[in-house]
């Protein structure tokens, strides 16, 4: 069963838009990271936060972590169109387990 | 560094056919990883080994399925006999030290069944 539950499944904004999904998930984590999968490609690591972190920044991604409501989110600020993709947050325990993904369309 | 390596890029094979896909992982990485991802199952995991030593194959749907790892730098993925229903995109990844550190995909296998 998926541990991790993103939400939405899908977005759709404008370019210069900030992009936000969800991922909630059950149990105990180590870290949770967040990845992307371009169209017909691989998943490419996106950023890590470990458990005893709260947020977390690189270039345009904000990410943040709530071990309480075992809850975490993405922010991508200022998208492009290069930004569209899914987007899967994975929590590691003795190994990771990936969401369903939100799919987001950036149009130009 | 190349990255991860995956062969083929797409198999079309006919029901009952043996296929073998390939991976190749990055080089000094001890973990490897094989998933599947289907539009209605999402990405699941089948199997991941340490140090070329199969760790958990739970995922392994069935029989159907065999994985190897002969050495660091090469793992197989066997599906024999095939089925329509294994029709999927097959990704490899590999990780250096722990089943929770970042993964490092490759391009994925477009297998399809006819």
């Known amino acids: 069963s998926q541990q991790g539950e993103e939400d939405p499944q899908a977005l759709s904004i404008q370019e210069g838009e900030n992009a936000t999904m969800n991922c909630s998930y059950k149990?105990?984590?180590?870290?949770l990271q967040w990845y992307r999968q371009n169209s017909g490609r691989g998943l490419v690591h996106l950023i890590l936060i470990r458990s005893n972190e709260r947020e977390k920044h690189s270039g345009r991604l904000r990410v943040t972590l709530d071990t309480s409501k075992k809850s975490s989110s993405l922010l991508i600020t200022a998208s492009r169109a290069a930004d569209t993709a899914s987007y899967f947050c994975a929590t590691a325990g003795n190994k990771l387990t990936f969401g369903g993904g939100t799919r987001v369309l950036v149009k130009p | 560094d190349a990255g991860v390596i995956q062969s083929p890029r797409h198999e079309v094979t006919e029901m009952g056919q043996e296929v073998t896909l390939r991976c190749k992982p990055i080089s000094g990485h001890d973990y490897l990883f094989w998933y599947r991802q289907t539009m209605m199952r999402g990405l699941e995991l089948l199997i991941y080994f340490n140090n070329n030593v199969p760790i958990d194959d739970s995922g392994m749907p069935e029989d159907r399925f065999s994985a190897k790892m002969p050495n660091a730098s090469f793992s197989t993925l066997k599906i024999q006999p095939s089925e329509p229903r294994d029709s999927a995109v097959y990704f490899c990844a590999s990780s250096l030290a722990g089943g929770g550190n970042t993964q490092y995909f490759g391009p994925g296998t477009r297998l399809t069944v006819l």
């Open positions: 149990t105990s984590i180590n870290n």
